[in-house]
């Protein structure tokens, strides 16, 4: 798709879009939002770059490959529910920091394993996306 | 005894590793290569020590036990208990693997895989060793299928031949049979008495219904002829000898088939008062050493000859036990040990003899004894105790199966004929693998690059053939051991004082007899020829396990192209149709009121967002545009987002826009693989498919009515309402559900997400590898 309009939205609303879904990771636990719809949107960003620069440009865009992202997600999200083993207690039981952390507020591993859902999500979504665009190309 | 079984396992996985690093890396300053063979049969060596040690214990009696809780509430615990029998089986099991691991590492020396092949013999051996020391019933179970994959593994080695793969898939298939029978034998036998072992039950009391100790019965008979190659489950064992030679004297004679042997001997002490049981065990037992005996003798394959005279030792074996008498349960031990030691030996000279010279037709083979002195002497010492011939083991278990018979209480007549008959055979066979290989005449075979072999290959059948000896020579030293082995197979306790030389007696008699009439059978054979009598008898079992295969290949083949046909709208038809049935059935019985408050008050919004969707689906019906119908059905998914909105679920009505977005892009992306029009379909199949979505979606809606009536539905909102922020620190009650109290449900749903990414990859490039 060549359109000059959609070029130059992409370029401004990209960052916008991307710092939007970290906004809706961050205040899942609280307000709407989460994990998975963060890493839903974030795909978004890709997709529209996709749509406007092509498949190659957004595949160096996004840096990493979309099958890394999903095992980085898969692999935080298993090893938050790790720690309250070593603790002696249940399986994937959530622990939490006593201090609050600026911006991120609340610590604790449910927000790790949140995190991990976010990257699967947004690396499924894309490894999709990208490898039916990639044939249409 | 669970350090054993440790040590087993981690050789297993260390073992391709020791004969990679053994292969590969040359070390040119020490310029000396080590066999990996060597190495690897230190362990078993240990281990034979080990259980060597433990024999003044046993013999006294002392049974030494331990227990580790593994599924407690289940009553499944890795319980081990070194009995008699328990010993006798480890002994052999050590004891021979520790010349079968030798033997390999110069017999598969050039193999590639050799490394994979100890592994898989290491897993075997622990596996063997498990069952042996295994009291819980399920930690039993464990091992024993254990053993049955690892011995497909050992017979499909030579995976590259289809006839390794058959023998290997048939065999797997019949063991494994047997041990799904076995397992519901065990659940039953727990179920009704809450027994979940054999000590247990060698000493339970109570009485279980006819019913339950029939079914029982037949189940454990099941297993145990399936395992010991019992008619008429034999034909599997003759076609396992597919596998390199060393496997087939360790599993298919020494070792493996011996496990369904030794669990009728476990279940004996109980099961001897149960009616049928020892008639069942005679039956079978009489019929296989019989009729495997006579197939046997025809054979002209030396690895045949032997595999069909295992048949019938595992035969007699069986007898024995169904005999169960104070005679017949001491011959049990003595004839284990004695099988053992010559049959294993049998088979590692036959590796040896066709290593050499290339061939296992014992038509022609002959006159080998000058050029392999030492593999000569090792058959010739294993056949003169297979023949019965005085002071070897094989003498001493012929006097005794001869005494058992002879004081059996009826039937004498015809068991001691069954018995005569058989050992005449197997001496024969004995005489055919044993002495004529070597002595006979020479045929037609060209020996010239015929060798000894490699001092790996000759010791270790060496090694087995004298201990036939010594055994035979020091019976009286064993007796407490052999007393504390046939004590495992009974409640009463048994001593008998044994001894090599029972003076000139009946049996004494017979036995002579019984090596003349062999003799007279070889020399028959020999000079006539025979052609394998197998075909007869062999042919009804496996024609029907063939086509009992091939059927079972049609039925799976024709009920996957039926739900499985490649068609997506006949996948979602077919799942609907199934939820439709399913759900559909369940709603009636639903213990749920269904709950409507009219009248439904409906505002401008919903109805709007109404008409919309309702406008929506209209084009999406009538549209002969994929892409028309995307937009629409994007507009439906748009509205139905909005309807959270108004019933205030910001959450879901933020994912469901976020999603609709993405699955019309992803639909835009696709649909360049897909044909521009929609095919119209006919009248028959609009009203299929309509009546398909209606059903669907009333369900649905019935379902969600149903469900919304249910208390326990308030009742979760209170629980997540109240405990969200106490105790997960999170306001919004969904992300904490997802995250925290409900967070092992999304692990799962994450990981199959990504198996699901990874298969939509994975075809797409596969349909575009196709393409091109």
């Known amino acids: 798709m060549n359109s000059l309009i959609l070029k130059t939205t992409v370029r401004f609303i990209n960052k916008l879009l991307l710092l939007f879904s970290v906004f809706l990771l961050l205040r899942g636990h609280n307000e709407p939002g989460g994990g998975f719809v963060g890493g839903l949107v974030a795909s978004t960003v890709f997709i529209l770059y996709t749509l406007s620069e092509g498949y190659k440009e957004a595949l160096a865009y996004l840096k990493v490959s979309p099958f890394s992202l999903i095992i980085v997600g898969l692999t935080t999200a298993i090893l938050s529910a790790l720690p309250s083993l070593f603790l002696g207690d249940a399986f994937m039981k959530a622990i939490w920091l006593e201090t609050r952390i600026p911006i991120i507020g609340k610590f604790g591993t449910p927000f790790v394993f949140d995190l991990g859902v976010y990257f699967l999500v947004l690396g499924i979504t894309l490894s999709i996306v990208l490898s039916l665009r990639k044939d249409s190309e | ?772």
Request: net charge neutral; proline share 3%; hydrophobic share 50%.
């Open chain 2, 1 to 772: 005894m669970l350090i054993i079984l440790s040590i087993g396992i981690v050789v297993a996985i260390l073992a391709p590793f020791l004969v990679g690093s053994l292969r590969y890396s040359k070390n040119e300053i020490i310029n000396f290569n080590l066999n990996p063979g060597i190495v690897l049969s230190l362990i078993p060596v240990g281990m034979f020590i080990f259980f060597f040690s433990q024999i003044p214990l046993i013999s006294s009696g002392t049974i030494p036990f331990e227990s580790y809780p593994w599924i407690e509430s289940l009553s499944i615990n890795l319980s081990f208990r070194l009995d008699g029998i328990g010993l006798l089986f480890s002994l052999m099991i050590t004891g021979i693997g520790a010349g079968i691991v030798l033997y390999a590492g110069n017999y598969l020396n050039t193999h590639e895989d050799l490394g994979k092949f100890y592994c898989y013999l290491f897993l075997f051996m622990t596996a063997m060793i498990g069952v042996s020391v295994s009291d819980n019933f399920f930690a039993f179970f464990l091992f024993w299928e254990l053993t049955s994959i690892s011995s497909y593994l050992l017979i499909g080695f030579n995976h590259k031949e289809d006839k390794s793969r058959y023998s290997a898939l048939q065999a797997l298939l019949v063991t494994g049979g047997g041990g799904l029978a076995l397992f519901a034998g065990f659940l039953l036998l727990y179920t009704t008495t809450g027994i979940s072992s054999f000590s247990e039950l060698s000493i339970y009391n109570g009485t279980l219904s006819n019913a339950v100790e029939l079914s029982a019965m037949i189940l454990f008979i099941i297993g145990i002829s399936t395992k010991s190659a019992q008619m008429p489950f034999h034909f599997w064992l003759p076609a396992a000898m597919a596998a390199p030679t060393p496997v087939s004297a360790y599993l298919h004679s020494a070792t493996m088939v011996k496990a369904g042997v030794f669990l009728a001997a476990r279940l004996n002490p109980y099961f001897a008062s149960v009616e049928y049981w020892s008639e069942t065990l005679m039956i079978i037992g009489g019929t296989t050493m019989l009729i495997a005996a006579l197939m046997g003798v025809t054979q002209t394959d030396l690895k045949r000859l032997l595999a069909y005279s295992t048949l019938s030792v595992l035969g007699m074996l069986i007898t024995l036990i169904g005999m169960n008498s104070y005679e017949s349960l001491t011959a049990f031990g003595i004839v284990v040990a004695a099988h053992t030691l010559y049959k294993a030996t049998l088979f590692l000279v036959a590796g040896s003899v066709d290593h050499s010279v290339h061939t296992r037709d014992v038509t022609q083979l002959g006159a080998l004894s000058r050029i392999m002195p030492f593999t000569t002497t090792a058959g010739a010492l294993a056949a003169l105790s297979m023949l019965g011939v005085i002071p070897f083991a094989g003498f001493l278990a012929k006097e005794f199966v001869y005494e058992s018979a002879t004081q059996f209480g009826y039937n004498t007549v015809l068991l001691v004929f069954l018995f005569f008959v058989t050992n005449s055979l197997l001496g024969a066979i004995a005489l055919r693998t044993g002495i004529g290989v070597f002595w006979g005449k020479k045929n037609n075979i060209s020996t010239e690059h015929a060798h000894e072999s490699h001092w790996q290959i000759v010791v270790p059948p060496l090694v087995f053939g004298f201990l036939g000896i010594v055994l035979g020579i020091f019976t009286s030293g064993t007796t407490a051991f052999f007393n504390s082995v046939s004590n495992s197979l009974s409640r009463s306790t048994l001593l008998r004082e044994l001894h090599l030389w029972h003076g000139f007696t009946l049996i004494l008699l017979l036995s002579i007899i019984t090596i003349v009439a062999s003799y007279f059978i070889y020399t028959t054979i020999s000079k006539k020829g025979t052609t394998p009598l197998e075909l007869k008898f062999r042919l009804l079992p496996t024609a029907l396990f063939g086509s009992f295969i091939e059927i079972l290949f049609k039925v799976a083949g024709a009920v996957t192209k039926f739900f499985q046909n490649g068609k997506l709208r006949w996948y979602i038809s077919i799942t609907f149709l199934f939820a439709i049935i399913l759900i559909g059935s369940s709603l009636p019985f639903s213990t749920n009121a269904l709950t409507f408050t009219f009248p439904i008050h409906v505002t401008i919004y919903e109805w709007m967002l109404t008409a919309a969707i309702i406008v929506a689906l209209v084009i999406v019906i009538q549209s002969n545009s994929r892409l028309t119908a995307i937009a629409a059905m994007g507009i439906v998914g748009y509205a139905i987002a909005l309807f959270f909105v108004l019933y205030s679920a910001p959450d879901l009505a933020l994912t469901q826009f976020t999603i609709e977005t993405l699955t019309v892009v992803l639909f835009m992306f696709a649909i360049y693989k897909l044909p521009k029009n929609v095919t119209v379909p006919d009248r028959n199949t609009k009203l299929r498919d309509a009546s398909i979505a209606l059903s669907i979606g009333s369900i649905v809606t019935l379902s969600i009515l149903f469900a919304t009536g249910s208390p326990s539905v308030s009742e979760l909102e209170v629980f997540y309402n109240t405990r969200s922020l106490v105790e997960a620190y999170g306001r919004n009650v969904v992300n904490v559900i997802i995250v925290d109290f409900r967070a092992l449900d999304t692990l799962g749903e994450i990981i199959v997400l990504a198996v699901a990414a990874l298969g939509i990859v994975a075809l797409l490039q596969f349909s575009k590898g196709e393409q091109k």
